[in-house]
């Protein structure tokens, strides 16, 4: 099911849905990373059922599939290139935390790459990469006791989005 907006212990989730703008004009670009791919498909799942459930359209919303959380900084940018670039990005992979320090180094630079790429391009890239233990901690996030981040992802490009909107026409 998904659930109306609400605080959270991660964050307010927004519901009220999308104005005309939005509905109308952004389009929204998810970079899914395919690394345990069960958990990705989940939280892209997730993210679109509830950008789809707001009311955007199918052709509003495009997705690249990545090999792993690493590559998607570059896939994020080449949306924000296109001739007709997305407006926000929905990023969605799942880190699992091994034996060695590639963990905290795969983390730090798509963090690093979504941060300098969000502000160079004046659009939100969402930060939806699962960062977790094991395959048991990425549940509780995929519906769990901890939400579904997939969901949380969308609601929050959708609050960008609109605050987008607010700027664009202050101006
Ligand atoms: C190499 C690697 C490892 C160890 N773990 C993960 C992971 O938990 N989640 C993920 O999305 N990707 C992982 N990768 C792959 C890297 O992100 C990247 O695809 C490769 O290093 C090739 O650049």
Known sequence: MIPDGSWTKTGFHHSPSPSVQVLDRWRIGIVVALWNREITEELERGCRAVLLERGLREDQIETYQVPGCFEIPVASSWFCSLKSPVDAVIALGCLIKGETPHFDLI?????????????REGRPMVNGVLTVLDTEQANQRLGGAHGHKGQEAAYTALQMLELRSQTLQAT
């Open 107 to 119: 983390a730090e630079a798509v963090n690093r790459g979504l941060m300098d790429l969000s502000l």
